[in-house]
């Protein structure tokens, strides 16, 4: 069992930066690829990024892609993302996720394991 606790959210003018952090339960936490997603009121969860078990290896949404950069530390147990030139699009509830696939993936059912969410309001 994985508990993860995503903090950082909060509200932030067009432009602006965010960095949330995510804090795992698991001792084994370098097993786990880890992700995070996004849901907007009315929308589908959506894949934000995701990163490898030795953080070598990421992958973005197109839509993120260039903006946020997700990271980890393994000696932390702790994935952070951080957000740049944040958008009202980018507007959501933000996830986090563990994932035992040995690779990164952007695929939702492909996470067993998921935080409770933090709020990312960007105002215009």
Same mark, same amino acid.
């Given at each position: 069992?994985?508990? $993860?606790?995503? =903090?950082? #959210?909060?509200?932030?003018?067009?432009?602006? =930066?965010?960095?949330?952090?995510?804090?795992?339960?698991?001792?084994?936490?370098? /097993?786990? *690829?880890?992700? +995070?997603?996004?849901?907007?009121?009315?929308?589908?969860?959506?894949?934000?990024?995701?990163?490898?078990?030795?953080? #070598?290896?990421?992958?973005?949404?197109? /839509?993120?892609?260039?903006?946020? *950069?997700? /990271?980890? &530390? @393994? !000696?932390? @147990? !702790?994935?952070?993302?951080?957000? @740049? =030139?944040?958008?009202? &699009? &980018?507007?959501?509830?933000?996830?986090?996720?563990? /994932?035992?696939?040995?690779?990164? !993936?952007? $695929?939702?059912?492909?996470?067993?394991? +998921? #935080?409770?969410? *933090?709020?990312?309001?960007?105002? =215009?």
């Amino acid at each position: 069992q994985v508990q $993860l606790v995503e =903090s950082g #959210g909060g509200l932030v003018q067009a432009g602006g =930066s965010l960095r949330l952090s995510c804090a795992a339960s698991a001792r084994t936490f370098s /097993s786990y *690829t880890m992700g +995070w997603f996004r849901q907007a009121p009315g929308k589908e969860r959506e894949f934000v990024a995701t990163i490898s078990r030795s953080g #070598g290896i990421t992958a973005y949404a197109d /839509s993120v892609k260039g903006r946020f *950069t997700i /990271s980890r &530390d @393994n !000696t932390k @147990n !702790t994935v952070y993302l951080q957000m @740049n =030139s944040l958008k009202p &699009d &980018d507007t959501a509830v933000y996830y986090c996720a563990a /994932s035992g696939v040995p690779i990164p !993936t952007k $695929l939702t059912y492909q996470y067993k394991y +998921w #935080g409770q969410g *933090t709020q990312v309001t960007v105002s =215009s």
